[in-house]
Antibody, heavy 118, light 106 residues
């Protein structure tokens, strides 16, 4: 069974970087598919942030392009989110998910709530 | 970006039929997908490509539509269906989500 699990700090200070890890079990992330980050803001708005493909290429939401980086560690079957220069508007629940063709999300992690506050 | 508009909330009685709508600001062909999110849980895929039922999802759920207007139907509704339902399009880049429809049972 494919499972995804997010981890990382639940509190980040404004202007700092937000860093999260998604650990994948039951499937090797280099075997196929794209591996995404999505966030859900208070009030329920959801935003696709970007993905890293099975080959290592990346694609980001243009709204975040200057601040976001998605990388991976294939030896640990993990991929990572880094979001720079965060503000209180980045407070959200962050999910990792598998993105299948044509671009829908068939497996999701449980989500991790991140609050940006001083 | 493609904006997806959903009604904020619906209230129905168990056993009834409910339709949840999603309207796109531009055509998305049939690349529309539906998710269910229960409180405290992650979203789960219900319907992909407008009308295809994800494996393991009860046949009470169905989807239809193309272009700009889409519908998720639950018939009959059960108490366990209390959740927020989201549409998501993948025809236009970037993928976008609707604001969610909260379904409550009377």
């Amino acid at each position: 069974e494919i499972q995804l699990q997010e981890s990382g700090p639940g509190l980040v200070k404004p202007s700092q970087s937000l860093s999260l890890t998604c650990s994948v079990t039951g499937y090797t992330i280099t075997s196929g598919y794209d591996w995404s980050w999505i966030r859900k803001f208070p009030g329920n708005k959801m935003e696709w942030m970007g993905y890293i493909s099975y080959s290592g290429s990346t694609n980001y939401n243009p709204s975040l392009k200057s601040r976001i980086s998605i990388t991976r560690d294939t030896s640990k079957n993990q991929f990572f989110l880094q979001l720079n220069s965060v503000t209180t508007e980045d407070t959200a629940t962050y999910y990792c998910a598998r993105l299948t063709t044509p671009y829908y999300f068939d497996y999701w992690g449980q989500g991790v709530m991140v609050t940006v506050s001083s | 970006d493609t904006v997806l508009t959903q009604s904020p909330a619906l209230a129905v009685s168990p056993g009834e039929r409910v339709t949840i709508s999603c309207r796109a600001s531009e055509s998305v062909s049939t690349l529309m997908h539906w998710y269910q999110q229960k409180p405290g849980q992650q979203p789960t895929l219900l319907i992909y490509l407008a009308s295809n039922l994800e494996s393991g999802v009860p046949a009470r759920f169905s989807g239809s539509g193309s272009g700009t207007d889409f519908t998720l139907t639950i018939d009959p509704v059960e108490a366990d269906d209390t959740a927020t339902y989201y549409c998501q399009q993948s025809w236009n880049d970037p993928p976008t989500f609707g604001g969610g429809t909260k379904l409550e049972l009377k």
